[in-house]
């Protein structure tokens, strides 16, 4: 597998495009040539939209932000996660009042939330409106729906993580958005949220913004930490995939690495500042 481990910060997006190409190949992905090729031809025919009473011209200022292409590309080469076998509907309304009408309408069980991934029956459907943050929204609602389509049994943290990762555009991706400076500050303070107790959260109404902080925190380590924690994740996805018997990363991450809350905390307070800014150095070494 070749996953691309980049990173960056110049005026921020500038740094982090600059490291992402710096850092490029340094970690792990796994993608055939055919399935990639396949993808890039037509992952944007993976969505079906519909969207009544949207101006056709928000809706492609939206879809070109929103890059659903490059994500199913990302989600095929860092996770291996296949395009799904059927499309996935994206149902758009004009406003917020229409969406809360469609989301009434399909009985949805989950928390009302401005953007949502649910199944009916049995097809994967992203349901949201016409908004600032829609481009994420659907890039963190449709991570779901593509990761469900190869994973039917993800814990809701893993699920929540994977998204908010990918939510980013992709040269934010390796430094975290919206979750990062928080995420400073609670492990600068000495607050932590283990694997263990992420993984005794059940529902959406059970996690807390510092749940989701940490759920992206410990996503990130899995994919950018050393090979042994980015291993432990792959296996957990092929099992899932499999439909072999899972063990809670809770309990397979300490035999990979001891002691991992100590080595989230040096990955985000030493290891990857570290690195951002070797990954600046080369590359305005290239650049001069």
């Not at 970690?27 to 993976?46: C, D, K, M, N, Y």
């Not at 039917?152 to 980013?168: H, K, T, V």
């Not at 107790?197 to 930490?225: C, I, N, P, V």
Request: aromatic share 6%; proline share 7%; charged share 25%.
């Amino acid at each position: 597998m070749a996953t691309e481990r980049s990173a960056a910060m110049i005026a921020r997006r500038r740094f982090l495009w600059l490291a992402g190409a710096a850092l490029a190949g340094s970690t792990h992905g796994v993608a055939q040539a055919a399935a990639s090729a396949a993808v890039r031809a037509g992952a944007e025919g993976l969505f079906r939209v519909e969207a009544a009473k949207v101006p056709p011209e928000e809706l492609r200022r939206v879809f070109a932000k929103a890059n659903l292409g490059e994500l199913q590309q990302e989600l095929l080469r860092v996770l291996n996660v296949p395009p799904p076998g059927a499309p996935i509907r994206l149902v758009i309304g004009a406003d917020a009042t229409a969406h809360r009408k469609t989301v009434s309408q399909l009985r949805v069980a989950t928390p009302y939330r401005r953007a949502l991934y649910v199944r009916d029956r049995g097809q994967a459907v992203v349901l949201s409106y016409l908004h600032d943050e829609l481009a994420l929204d659907l890039r963190h609602e449709g991570t779901h729906a593509l990761l469900h389509a190869d994973q039917p049994a993800l814990p809701l943290w893993l699920d929540e993580g994977i998204a908010s990762y990918f939510q980013e555009p992709a040269p934010l991706r390796p430094a975290g958005g919206i979750h990062h400076d928080p995420l400073l500050r609670d492990l600068r303070g000495g607050r932590m949220t283990t694997l263990a107790e992420l993984e005794q959260r059940s529902g959406l109404s059970d996690l807390t913004a510092r749940d989701y902080r940490f759920a992206w925190a410990w996503t990130h380590y899995l994919l950018h930490g050393p090979h042994a924690a980015t291993r432990t994740l792959w296996c957990r996805l092929e099992a899932g995939r499999r439909r072999q018997a899972i063990e809670p990363l809770a309990l397979t991450l300490p035999r990979e690495i001891p002691q991992p809350e100590a080595a989230l905390r040096r990955h985000f307070l030493q290891e990857w500042p570290q690195r951002l800014e070797q990954a600046a150095r080369f590359s305005s070494v290239r650049a001069g």
